[in-house]
């Protein structure tokens, strides 16, 4: 074997009868020295589409280094054998299952086999396609070099599980780069796709997978220079300089992640003020913090929060049979949508009688791959894939036809009916409506038992949960293909019973209501979503209310105040008056606050009501108990990952069933019964509460 590439990697019987080596694999690592004695160790995890970093890995890591430290090759290289890159991570498992005892030993295993990777006599390269994230970047950064294949992302997620790195990121990295990077890398989690990764010196060079040999022997010359050794670095060696660095990391910090919900980020810059001069010092603190912050509340409840990701994506198993889409309706809603789909792969048709409403969706559909880092080609098939359909020919050969049309039951039904005489036999129709019941178009669709609904949520590209939803004739097929077409297109899908609201518009509109309300009594704005920040929301109900458009909202309260009187009982008299002035929000520069320079970020010191946060939070969750209790959602870990994947609902606390149960459901029950003693019927707590669940 004098060269290896991807493929041949990708081949395991090529690299087991390899010439110059016996490449001996123990499950999930191989072994083996090519001819001109350099040596692969390639991670291809048992059974796994994706490397995730576990116990096992490290001890058989060990094993391999022991097998290369007794004939030590001219240099080591370390790869993955996963067409999906390099490592997701930690195995998500082995952390929820984790005492804090056993796995600070563990953690300690686990860091000796990098020190003797680290500290191997031969040059280590790590070469990495696609991500390389947390344990499995912290595997990379053990290595003297990192080579990245076009296209690769290095990261630091750990925050986003209420952690930090715990196998060396933090000091491996902050001595790798500038420090400062670094810490802003790990405190936010962010990742670093190829282009700034080399410019931050996380890859020392960026290659093609088939320059990949000539890559190394360049690193291996000497030819490639590291940026290292940086006055910075030098001058954070001095407590006095992190020590200041650190006041303003924590103030900043402090504002978008208090440490009393989030303490990891907190936790990591404690650790580097202290001991970030001393890398011996900083391994063992960083052991012991990470221990301990996984024992944490928010730890326990983010991982969770994960593991209900893919609650949602084991129920959309088995194949869609979709492959071409077609959309009708080229506003904010179908453009996001069409252009989401064909970034995804399938091809799609997109109509709209309004001509400049095509233009703009292929518009955004281009913004969409770039938000994506999709690089030129890609970028050009995905655009390719999406075509605009002014007459909407596309509906006649679409295997599933989308409905983004305006929000008025006229309109949509003559949009049906034109359906009802194009569509193909077998097709599926779905609206993207948000308020409108799907019962009273059963009677108009071509085909009632493949009608339903796909609510996406605005931005599409940001927000990944997807409302499937079926009124009483959808057949199960078509639920399943629905369910299974959301996964394929990388979203969460939700499968729900057709109801007012569905489910999360109906969990919201109390929340914004109220909201509203208060405002009405004379609370100040600021104060009201400062409380809900302060509850953990991503932003308050007011800026969401102007983000999601006042007028979509009015729209929303009311359709579901005629349904649902007793949730939604007054409309403030505010709200209509805002839309009437054109002040729509957000789209329109005003709403209840001025957007002319980008996302109002209110904060207010000033003391709210007692009760505001149980009086803008339990309206939400008593909602969702409803929703269960009807069944319109079949469980509360989906409840709670639908409401997190849509709105950010406060991801530390596990989501709003999660709080309800730590909270105690008869202490909710209480809690609304007083606000109702105090403020109205719309308060009265749900049967849900008492009935024992
Ligand atoms: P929009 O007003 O931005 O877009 C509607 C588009 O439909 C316009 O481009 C219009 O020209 C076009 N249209 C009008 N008549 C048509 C016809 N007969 N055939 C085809 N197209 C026609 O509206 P939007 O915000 O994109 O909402 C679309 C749908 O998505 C609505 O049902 C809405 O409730 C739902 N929705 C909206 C949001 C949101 O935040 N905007 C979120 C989720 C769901």
Redesign the pocket.
């Known amino acids: 074997m004098s060269r290896y590439e991807l493929s041949d990697i990708l081949d395991t019987n090529r690299l087991e009868l390899g010439p110059a080596g016996e490449a001996r694999g123990s499950g999930h690592w191989r072994y083996a020295m090519d001819e001109d004695r350099l040596g692969w160790l390639v991670l291809d995890c048992r059974d796994k589409r994706v490397n995730t970093i576990s116990q096992a890995v490290f001890r058989e890591l060990a094993e391999q280094l022991d097998k290369v430290e007794q004939d030590l090759p001219k240099a080591l290289v370390i790869r993955s054998a996963k067409p999906a890159g390099f490592a997701a991570g930690a195995d998500i498992a082995m952390l929820s299952e984790a005492g804090s005892d056993d796995f600070e030993t563990l953690l300690g295993e686990a860091h000796g086999v990098l020190d003797r990777l680290e500290g191997l006599s031969c040059p280590t390269i790590a070469v990495v396609h696609g991500p390389a994230l947390g344990a499995g970047y912290e595997i990379a950064l053990a290595c003297d070099w990192r080579v990245a294949i076009d296209g690769a992302t290095f990261g630091l997620p750990e925050v986003r599980l209420g952690l930090h790195p715990g196998l060396g990121g933090t000091f491996r990295l902050p001595r790798l780069i500038d420090p400062l990077a670094a810490m802003t890398l790990m405190l936010t989690g962010s990742s670093a796709h190829t282009r700034k990764a080399k410019k931050l010196g996380i890859a020392d060079l960026v290659t093609l997978e088939r320059h990949l040999p000539a890559a190394i022997a360049a690193v291996l010359r000497g030819d490639v220079k590291r940026k290292n050794g940086s006055f910075k670095q030098r001058a954070f060696e001095l407590a006095a300089a992190r020590n200041l660095a650190a006041g303003r990391m924590r103030r900043e910090t402090q504002a978008k992640a208090p440490k009393e919900h989030y303490p990891a980020p907190h936790a990591l810059i404690d650790l580097w003020a202290e001991h970030g001069g001393d890398t011996k010092a900083m391994q063992k603190a960083e052991i012991a913090s990470f221990a301990r912050l996984l024992q944490s509340t928010t730890c326990r409840n983010l991982l969770r929060v994960f593991s209900l990701r893919q609650t949602l994506k084991d129920a959309a198993k088995g194949a869609d049979g979709i492959k071409t889409v077609h959309v ?9 949508i069409a252009g989401w789909v064909a970034r995804q792969g399938k091809r799609v048709t997109l ?4 001509k400049a ?1 095509l233009g703009r969706a292929v518009a955004t559909a281009r913004a969409i791959c770039e938000d994506g880092h999709l690089n030129s080609l890609e970028t050009r098939d995905a655009l390719d894939r999406l075509m605009p359909d002014p007459f ?1 020919y596309g509906a006649a050969r679409a295997d599933l036809v989308i ?5 008025k039951p006229e ?2 039904q ?2 049906f009916a ?1 359906l009802a005489a194009t569509m193909k036999t077998g097709a599926i129709l779905a ?6 019941q799907l019962e009273r178009f059963v009677d108009r669709v071509p085909a009632k038992a493949r009608f339903a609904g796909l ?5 599409v590209r940001k927000v990944p949960l997807v409302e499937v939803i079926s009124h009483s004739r959808t057949d199960k097929q078509t639920r399943e293909r629905l369910l299974a077409f959301c996964d394929g297109i990388g979203r969460l899908p939700v499968a729900l019973k057709d109801s007012p609201g569905f489910l999360v518009n109906r969990a919201l509109m109390p929340y914004l209501m109220e909201a509203l309300l208060l405002m009405e009594e004379g609370v100040d704005k600021e104060v009201i979503d400062t409380a809900a920040t302060r509850f953990g929301m991503p932003m308050g109900p007011i800026v969401l209310a102007d983000q ?2 006042l007028d ?1 909202c009015l ?2 309260a009311q359709s579901m105040q005629e349904a649902l009187p007793e949730s939604i009982a007054t409309i403030p008299a505010r709200l209509r008056e805002k839309v009437e002035a054109g002040e729509t929000g957000r789209k329109a520069g005003r709403g209840f606050y001025d957007w002319s320079e980008g996302t109002p970020k209110p904060a207010s010191d000033a003391s709210p009501p007692e009760d505001i946060e149980d009086r803008l939070i339990l309206p939400m969750i008593d909602a969702c108990a409803s929703c269960l209790r009807l069944g319109i959602v079949g469980s509360e870990e989906e409840t709670d990952a639908a409401m997190i994947f849509a709105t950010g609902f406060a991801p530390f606390r596990g989501g709003p069933m999660h709080y309800a149960r730590t909270r105690g459901h008869a202490e909710i029950a209480t809690a609304l019964e007083r606000l109702k003693g105090r403020h109205g019927e719309r308060f009265t707590p749900d049967p849900y509460w008492r009935n024992g669940h």
């Open positions: 009708v309706g080229a506003g904010i809603m179908g453009a996001e109509s709209d009688p309004d409403a909407g409905e983004a049309g305006p929000e309109i949509k003559k949009i034109d609206t993207n409506t948000s308020s409108l609510h996406f949520f605005n931005p999601v458009g979509i729209d929303v």
